[in-house]
């Protein structure tokens, strides 16, 4: 009777350049599993959990329909399946989130108490957290010089994409799958996500990849001239795929790289895309607690507003209802499709915390509770750097004047068009704060915690 191991899936959502799967395979019969965890489902709001639940279907179809999904503790679940099929290593790919270290650390734990173990391989970045260091083995915290050392690393590499497994010759490396499956649950149902969700899947991964690589003006070949103008709609929509690990990020450098490096402006921009994905991965794993408090613990002093009247204008912000175009129609997009340009993101996140003086953490909440891509790691740190409380050499001098980004971003006024149907520019509300006014009040509660003149 062939061995039987669990492929535990959590964000790596794909049965392609997989090399925990692969590595499974190479150790005979495959069980995949899925455990629907209620501590991550509380944490994610419904567009994200309706992705999953596509996901989960497509994930169910690469592998023949022998996906197994139960609900419910991992720690509890995990040890139990594999005593019950007899598998003596659960594979999965290595989690470095916080909530993900701890819990993987437990199901180790009770896998060894069993004489079973748990085999991490391979991770859901280009290089795994941890792994970029400076000389002296002390980690990053400045973007720059991380992403120096990062492309150093990986122009030394064969950019070979890792263990192909494919559902459409059942093989991986050349070695026949054998799929094995046991009673399991339905996947969690499919909430509203009150908004309209991209195709979910590997398939549809690779599909978008495809058309991004080869699309003329509007692909990656020209990423680095538009990728900040948010009308064009000249940005991959890759996020969300990543998120749920449809596709890899070293897929997309194997195809950048194309044997000679990567070359060109564009490519390299959107490549250094990835850095930051890595670079702010690698923060929150040297920084464990930074997921939700200040990377920069001087800012921990600095005055914000929280009381009654902040949160109208939180709720404002909300809604899309600042009187400011960009940012209204930044939030209207999020509400609307799950999703927001990365400019904007920037826009209405500086306006938060600079403008309205609130704390990075409501914003970086809501966010969390709409956007189809929220990773934690990106999401949160890049709050931070908007609000001057994390990875940045300089917070102080960048508050965005709302208007002066709207005419450098979308001086035709096509994306706020597109998402504020009531836009006039004559008649447009007025703005809800005096944004100079509010600049030097931001300016002035960093310098009370600075010390900077």
Avoid at 52 to 80: K, M, N, W, Y
Wanted: one cysteine or more; proline letters at 7%; hydrophobic letters at 40%.
């Amino acid at each position: 009777m062939a061995a039987v191991s669990v492929m535990w899936f959590r964000r790596d959502l794909r049965v392609g350049d997989h090399p925990a799967l692969a590595a499974a395979v190479e150790a005979g019969d495959v069980l995949p599993l899925f455990v629907v965890d209620p501590v991550l489902m509380e944490r994610s709001g419904a567009p994200r959990a309706a992705h999953l639940h596509d996901c989960l279907l497509a994930l169910r179809e690469s592998t023949d329909g022998h996906l197994v999904v139960r609900h419910g503790d991992p720690t509890e679940i995990v040890p139990a399946l594999a005593a019950e099929t007899g598998a003596e290593t659960v594979f999965v790919t290595r989690d470095h989130g916080p909530y993900g270290r701890r819990r993987d650390a437990e199901v180790a734990d009770r896998l060894r108490s069993d004489d079973r173990k748990l085999r991490g391989v391979g991770c859901n970045y280009a290089l795994e957290p941890g792994s970029v260091r400076k000389r002296d083995g002390d980690p990053y915290a400045v973007f720059t010089p991380f992403s120096r050392v990062w492309f150093d690393v990986l122009a030394g590499e064969s950019y070979s994409v890792p263990g192909d497994v494919t559902a459409a010759d059942g093989t991986c490396d050349g070695r026949p799958i054998a799929w094995t499956t046991v009673d399991g649950d339905d996947p969690p149902g499919r909430p509203d996500p009150g908004c309209e969700l991209p195709p979910a899947g590997e398939a549809a991964a690779l599909e978008r990849w495809r058309e991004y690589l080869v699309a003329d003006g509007r692909g990656v070949r020209d990423y680095d001239q538009h990728r900040d103008d948010p009308a064009a709609d000249a940005t991959s929509h890759l996020s969300p795929h990543l998120k749920w690990g449809a596709i890899h990020p070293r897929r997309l450098l194997s195809d950048l790289h194309a044997g000679n490096g990567i070359r060109g402006d564009g490519p390299r921009t959107f490549a250094s895309e990835l850095a930051w994905r890595d670079f702010y991965a690698d923060v929150l794993f040297q920084r464990p607690a930074t997921a939700w408090s200040n990377l920069n613990p001087k800012m921990d002093t600095m005055r914000l507003d929280r009381d009654d009247a902040a949160r109208e204008l939180f709720q404002q912000w909300c809604d899309g209802r600042t009187g400011f175009p960009i940012v209204d129609a930044g939030m209207r997009q999020l509400l609307a499709t799950g999703w927001m340009h990365n400019r904007v993101r920037m826009i209405v996140a500086s306006f938060l915390v600079k403008d309205l003086h609130l704390p990075w953490q409501w914003g970086a909440r809501h966010f969390l509770d709409h956007l189809v891509d929220g990773d934690l790691a990106s999401n949160n740190h890049g709050w931070q750097w908007a609000a001057g409380t994390g990875t940045d050499a300089a917070p102080y001098f960048r508050v965005f004047n709302p208007t002066r980004q709207f005419e450098r971003y979308d001086p035709d006024g096509d994306y706020v068009r597109r998402w504020v149907d009531d836009f006039d520019t004559d008649r447009y509300p007025d703005p809800m704060v005096d944004h100079a006014a509010e600049r030097d009040e931001a300016l002035a509660r960093y310098k009370e915690v600075s010390g900077r003149s």
